[in-house]
């Protein structure tokens, strides 16, 4: 009874019929016990947190970590807070995200399951990555490839790849950074993995963008963008989207500009991703300076911030943070 509502969910959530897929494995609830219930929790925070409804994928991933713990259940607890991590993260609460994970990765340890490891430790990295620190990033990277090379595991190599390439180009070694990431998108695309392969080509037109090389970025951005808008995963959507934003104001095409940060801050804010919205009304802002309009930059929600350039911080979305996804 619970093995066909819950294949119709898995269907759905391959399809991206995400509400449809919830209803399924609701419905899968009725007759499961123990671990069903906990997997069948954290494959509803999944919907939840795909289609960009955080708040009720943590919700769901903690249900899932707390009867995980009822049940005794060390791997699915372990999955189940390194998921609560990820989306304490893309929701800003960076205070609550490391104890989570590195929770994670000592129950997955107790457990012995690599793949779990490997996520974890994935994630860590990718926690330092975003707090400044790619050298201790990378540390967590290169052990969460060696896991995925150990199991034979091409997605997870092909993630992880692409995640050391951007860190590599922080530390200094652009080279070996480009490399990583044309690894990383070359396997994704042998896989079919195009999230990831989204994720490779953003990196690299980040890579051309310290080159000054603005037109093969925006080409790369737009590959990107139109493989996301595949996978509708609105959050690297709206990364991409203000991605273009700042590469057209950087060329002086402002009026461009302003249309594709208008384009990401309203999508920002149907996902409710205030860091987001900051850095768009600032782009915004910086524009309507550029354009001489000072007065309308000043009013309410005109400039979040002052910069002397466009704001494209690290986000939910960009490809080093949404690389390494759920799973």
């Known amino acids: 009874m619970v093995r066909y509502p819950f294949v119709k969910g898995r269907v759905s959530m391959a399809e991206g019929r995400w509400d449809e897929a919830i209803t399924h494995f609701q419905s899968a609830m009725e007759h499961a016990t123990g ?11 999944r919907c939840h ?16 970590v707390r009867l995980a713990e009822q049940f005794k259940d060390k ?23 490391l104890g989570r994970l590195e929770a994670a990765l000592a129950l997955a340890r107790e457990a012995g399951t690599r793949a779990e490891q490997a996520s974890a430790l994935g994630n860590i990295g990718v926690f330092h990555y975003v707090s400044g620190e790619p050298v201790k990033a990378l540390r967590y990277y290169e052990d969460a490839l060696k896991i995925h090379q150990e199991t034979g595991d091409r997605h997870g190599q092909a993630m992880v790849l692409c995640n050391i390439g951007l860190a590599s180009s ?35 037109a980040f890579l051309c963008w310290d080159k000054t090389n603005f ?11 139109t493989v996301t808008r595949e996978t ?29 940060y208008k384009r990401a801050l309203a999508l920002e804010r149907e996902l409710g991703y ?16 550029d354009q001489g309009m000072h007065e309308q930059a000043a009013e309410p929600g005109g400039v979040a911030g002052h910069s002397a350039r466009p704001l494209r911080g690290p986000r939910p979305g960009a490809g080093p943070v949404r690389v390494i ?3």
């Open 232 to 260: 509708d995963d609105r959050w690297v959507m709206a990364s991409y989207l203000g991605k273009i934003g700042t590469i057209h104001r950087s060329r002086g095409e402002l009026d461009e500009a302003l249309t594709f």
């Open 75 to 97: 791997q699915g607890q372990a999955a189940a807070l390194n998921k609560v991590g990820v989306v304490l993260r893309d929701q800003g609460k960076f205070d609550q995200v």
């Open 274 to 289: 205030q860091a987001g919205v900051a850095t768009e009304l600032a782009n915004i802002g910086l524009i309507l300076v």
């Open 215 to 225: 037109g093969k970025t925006l080409e790369y951005n737009g590959a990107a963008l």
């Open 325 to 327: 996804p759920v799973r």
């Open 35 to 45: 671990a069903e219930l906990v997997a069948l929790h954290g494959l509803i925070g």
């Open 170 to 204: 922080d530390g200094g070694r652009q080279d070996q950074a480009v490399e990583y990431c044309e690894m990383s998108r070359a396997l994704a695309r042998e896989i079919g993995a195009k999230r990831i392969e989204t994720g490779a080509i953003a990196n690299l």
């Open 49 to 64: 947190q795909t289609s960009g409804r955080l708040a009720q994928a943590l919700d769901s991933y903690e249900e899932s």
